[in-house]
């Protein structure tokens, strides 16, 4: 049986020698197990990254959970719920559990005493760090910014590759005044095209929208576009007609800043702003433009993620 099969996917000719050789099936679409030579990749990725960290960044790793409540404050609950994943636990004494556990399986089985918990998946890497900041007070004049990073879970199965469930995220967030938001989102996007020049990767920049959810989704994205809230990177993975964003530059105005109380010195309510880097997308861009042979990859690429003996 082909490999690519058993992963579940369709296989495009464009990504079939990448299914197999840097996955393993999982049997779930959109989760899969990674191979060694994609992780190498993965962390000079990282490295790389690293590297173009401005001056004063502070470094926060999140785990691939977080605070419901905090989530739900932030606004996501009712502009992503198709997108969201909470955790839930058997709870009860151990005769309840138990009972659970034994429940036969055409009256529930046990995931019907599944009830939730505090914590939800995160769905991206930033949301964590807006409590974190408004706890500090007034933000200085000249802005907070973090390097964060995260496992992140987004409900929405695929069979296609370069769309998973569960995926890594980095991000390097900017809470400011409105101008200083604006200047960084500007630094980035001129720095990022330079990082995937040094790539050897094809791009493209265009407006995108978040998936909103519903009617007043679409009203959302369409507002979104027309103030150009949201660049994103564009890259071909599966094909070039259909390119994959692998990387977005937003402007939240002041959406968490609002809702987390984040003020300025001066007492106005402070913009955020984030430049979003797709690891795993990134990374599967970068096979799918110089193939699987990492020794075959032009030397400069390989030098950029350190992948030189």
């Not at 495009?12 to 030579?37: C, I, K, N, Q, Y």
């Not at 409540?69 to 839930?88: D, I, M, Q, T, W």
């Not at 151990?94 to 009972?99: S, V």
Request: with cysteine; net charge neutral.
């Amino acid at each position: 049986m082909n490999d690519a099969a058993t992963i579940g996917l369709e296989v495009p000719t464009r990504t079939a020698g990448l299914l197999e050789a840097l996955f393993r099936r999982s049997g779930v679409d959109g989760l899969h197990a990674r191979t060694d030579r994609f992780e190498r990749v993965v962390e000079g990725l990282q490295t790389l990254i690293t590297q173009h960290r401005e001056k004063d960044v502070e470094v926060l790793r999140f785990p691939p959970v977080m605070s419901r409540r905090n989530l739900e404050k932030s606004g996501y609950l009712h502009s992503f719920p198709h997108l969201l994943g909470a955790v839930c636990c058997l709870h009860g004494d151990e005769t309840a559990i138990r009972a659970a556990v034994d429940r036969p399986d055409e009256k529930g089985g046990w995931v019907a005493s599944l009830a939730a918990t505090d914590l939800v998946l995160s769905p991206a890497a930033c949301y964590p760090v807006y409590p974190l900041a408004a706890e500090r007070g007034p933000v200085a004049g000249k802005g907070l910014i973090f390097d964060v990073a995260c496992d992140c879970f987004r409900h929405e199965p695929s069979l296609n590759i370069d769309r998973m469930q569960s995926f890594r995220m980095r991000e390097y967030v900017f809470v400011g005044a409105p101008g200083q938001v604006n200047a960084f989102r500007a630094r980035w996007i001129e720095r990022a095209q330079g990082i995937a020049e040094q790539l050897g990767l094809s791009h493209q920049l265009a407006g995108a929208s978040d998936p909103f959810f519903g009617r007043v989704g679409k009203i959302m994205a369409v507002s979104q576009m027309e103030q150009e809230l949201k660049l994103e990177m564009l890259i071909p993975v599966r094909s070039a007609d259909e390119p994959t964003a692998c990387m977005s530059f937003n402007c939240h105005r002041d959406h968490f800043g609002e809702a987390w109380g984040l003020r300025c010195e001066d007492g106005t309510v402070a913009h955020t702003g984030c430049v979003a880097f797709g690891i795993d997308r990134l990374a599967l861009a970068l096979f799918a433009q110089h193939g699987l042979d990492l020794v075959k990859w032009p030397r400069t690429v390989r030098t950029a993620l350190s992948l030189n003996p």
